[in-house]
C-alpha cells in the first residue's frame, strides 16, 4: 500500500501546475493507480459474488457513511451485489485522506497595451493655431511570475480482501486495491470525491501496471450523481 501511495504522491506533485490551470476550464485530473492479485482474480470479481463493505472510520463517520454509500452505489451500477457480514465472499474498507501543500509556480499575467496622449498646436500661415491631440499605443505583453499557491491533495484508497479468510482466521489477504488522487485549491474534503471513487472503481478487479490519469468534467453534483447511479 504504501508503495501505491507513494507513487500516487509523485505525480500528484508533478501535475500540480496543470491542474491549477485546470480549476478555470472546470476539468479535474485525477491520478489513478490499481493492483489485482491475478492469481487469485485473473478475470477480476464475479458479479456473482457478494460483497460488504466494512463499518465506517471513528474519525469521522459521516463522512464516511456517506463515501460507503457511494461505494455501494457505484458498485451495483456495475451489478455487484451486496450482502451481509456473515455471507459476504469478500469485505471491502476504505481510507480518505486529505493534505495541504504550498508551491511556487509560474503563471502568464499579461499587461495591458500603454496608451500615450501627445497634445499641441498648429500655426496655419501665420494667421491662426488649431489645437491638436495625438495618441499613440503601444501592445501589450505577456510575463512569466512565480505564484505561491496552496494545493489540497486528497485520496482515496480502496481495498478488497478475502471474507471467509477473514472470518476464519482473522488474517486480511488482499485481493485488490485501487486508489485514486486530485490536486486542487478547494479545502473541503467533499469537493469532487464523486470523481476519485468514480476514477478508481472504474477499474475495479482490475490491474493498471502504472498511474493512469482521467480527466473528469466537472458537473453539477446532482446532475453528475443521476448519470452515473441511473
Request: charged letters at 25%; proline letters at 4%.
Amino acid at each position: 500500500m504504501n508503495n501505491l501511495k507513494t507513487n500516487i504522491k509523485v505525480i500528484i506533485t508533478l501535475l500540480a501546475p496543470l491542474m491549477l490551470l485546470s480549476a478555470c476550464t472546470k476539468r479535474l485530473p485525477v491520478t489513478v493507480s490499481t493492483i489485482a492479485d491475478v492469481k487469485s482474480i485473473p478475470n477480476g470479481f464475479s458479479t456473482d459474488s457478494s460483497f460488504c463493505i466494512l463499518p465506517a472510520q471513528k474519525n469521522n463517520q459521516l463522512l464516511s457513511k456517506e463515501m460507503s454509500y457511494k461505494i455501494m452505489r457505484k458498485l451495483e451500477q456495475l451489478n455487484y451485489k451486496f450482502t451481509n457480514a456473515e455471507d459476504a465472499d469478500y469485505y471491502i474498507k476504505f481510507d480518505y485522506s486529505i493534505n495541504q501543500t504550498t508551491k511556487t509556480i509560474t503563471v502568464a499575467k499579461y499587461i495591458p497595451a500603454e496608451t500615450t496622449i501627445t497634445k499641441g498646436k498648429v500655426n496655419k500661415n501665420g494667421k491662426s493655431t488649431t489645437n491638436y491631440q495625438e495618441e499613440t499605443i503601444k501592445p501589450g505583453t505577456t510575463i512569466f511570475v512565480p505564484e505561491l499557491c496552496t494545493f489540497y491533495n486528497k485520496e482515496i484508497n480502496i481495498i478488497v480482501f478475502d471474507a471467509p479468510k477473514y472470518r476464519h482466521n482473522n488474517t486480511e489477504e488482499n485481493l485488490w486495491e485501487g486508489s485514486a488522487a486530485s490536486s486542487e485549491e478547494n479545502n473541503d474534503p467533499r469537493e469532487n470525491i464523486d470523481y476519485l471513487i468514480t476514477s478508481a472503481l472504474n477499474r475495479f478487479g482490475k490491474d493498471t501496471r502504472k498511474n493512469v490519469e482521467d480527466v473528469h468534467k466537472i458537473k453539477d453534483k446532482r446532475t453528475f450523481w443521476e448519470q452515473i447511479l441511473s
